[in-house]
């Protein structure tokens, strides 16, 4: 997806995206090493977005806030820390969330940072999550509800930030999510992907609710990583083509586990 970008903006073969795999203990030495060797940043992904937003020595109000970094770049020898997980998300959704009633499902990373994005962004958020205990204490942080028995119906815009429907021995069943609970005057966005449509959105698209897939939400959060390095605008339906493209034997993923 970076890549087909960069070849469409002309910028390669300057510039060029690669995956690099580096094991915790390695990370910041990893990171450190980079700007000597010709990167202008990164993308960060699961389980080095903390450490990410650790090294860097200047961080953007989403990066700090969120707690995690998704995007690093590499300014006039400074280490700077990005997240455009909540902004992928907003780019994502169509309409302005303000004023809606948002049910966020789960209350690991991808659920924080889509918490921090809506509620930022003017949405009465509530937070439901297996253990209640996370629920509330994500809540409390960030200025949002936590609910046990949501009632899923009731809202704008349900998310899905579990990673149920990633895991073939959990089913949605596990999800307050009931025949009834999914309409057409709801946007349903499921942040699990993979080389199909996941369940959750079938379901959704059944039941004429408006639906968001993860890839769409990785599409954008990818767009505006590139925008911060390169300072152009992201060809949108080059790395819409390319990520729908890509990875025949993908196994799922979740948005920021790429
Ligand atoms: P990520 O960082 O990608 O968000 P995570 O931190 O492992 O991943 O979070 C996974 C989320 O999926 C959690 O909210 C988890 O619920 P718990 O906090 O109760 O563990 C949720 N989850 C995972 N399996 C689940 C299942 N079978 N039913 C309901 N929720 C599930």
Same mark, same amino acid.
């Given at each position: ?19 690099? %795999? ?9 990171? !450190? ?22 090294? @860097?020595?200047? =961080? ?8 995690? &970094?998704?995007?690093?770049?590499? !300014? ?14 907003? @780019? $994502? ?7 809606? !009633? ?5 209350? #690991? ?26 629920? =509330? ?16 119906? #009731? ?11 990633? /895991?073939?021995? $959990? ?9 009834? &609970? ?26 004429? @609710?408006?639906?968001? %897939? ?8 990818? &767009? ?12 949108? /339906?080059?790395?819409?083509? $390319? ?9 799922? $993923? ?5």
């Amino acid at each position: 997806m970076q890549n087909a970008a960069l070849r469409e903006l002309g910028l390669a073969p300057e510039w060029s995206y690669e995956a690099i %795999d580096v094991a915790p203990e390695r990370f910041e030495e990893r990171v !450190r090493a980079m700007p000597e060797e010709g990167f202008v940043g990164a993308n960060v992904t699961v389980p080095h977005k903390p450490a990410a937003l650790a090294v @860097a020595e200047v =961080a953007s109000p989403a990066a700090r806030e969120i707690g995690a &970094a998704n995007t690093l770049s590499f !300014r006039d020898g400074h280490l700077v820390a990005e997240n455009t997980d909540a902004e992928g998300l907003l @780019a $994502a959704l169509a309409g302005a969330p303000a004023g809606k !009633r948002a049910l966020i499902l789960g209350a #690991g990373g991808a659920a924080r940072a889509a918490v921090w994005g809506l509620v930022r962004a003017g949405a009465d958020v509530a937070i439901w999550n297996r253990t209640e205990e996370k629920a =509330a204490k994500l809540a409390r942080e960030l200025g949002a509800s936590a609910t046990q028995q949501a009632d899923a119906a #009731g809202f704008d815009l349900i998310v899905n930030a579990t990673t149920v429907g990633l /895991d073939p021995e $959990a089913s949605l069943d596990s999800l307050p999510l009931d025949a009834q &609970a999914i309409h057409e005057r709801q946007t349903v966005v499921d942040l699990a992907y993979g080389p199909s449509e996941t369940e959750l959105a079938r379901r959704a698209r059944t039941h004429g @609710a408006r639906v968001v %897939d993860g890839l769409e939400v990785l599409v954008r959060q990818g &767009a505006a990583s590139l925008r911060i390095w390169t300072e152009a605008e992201p060809p949108l /339906d080059v790395m819409r083509r $390319a990520a729908h493209e890509g990875g025949p034997a993908e196994p799922p $993923a979740l948005n920021d586990r790429t």
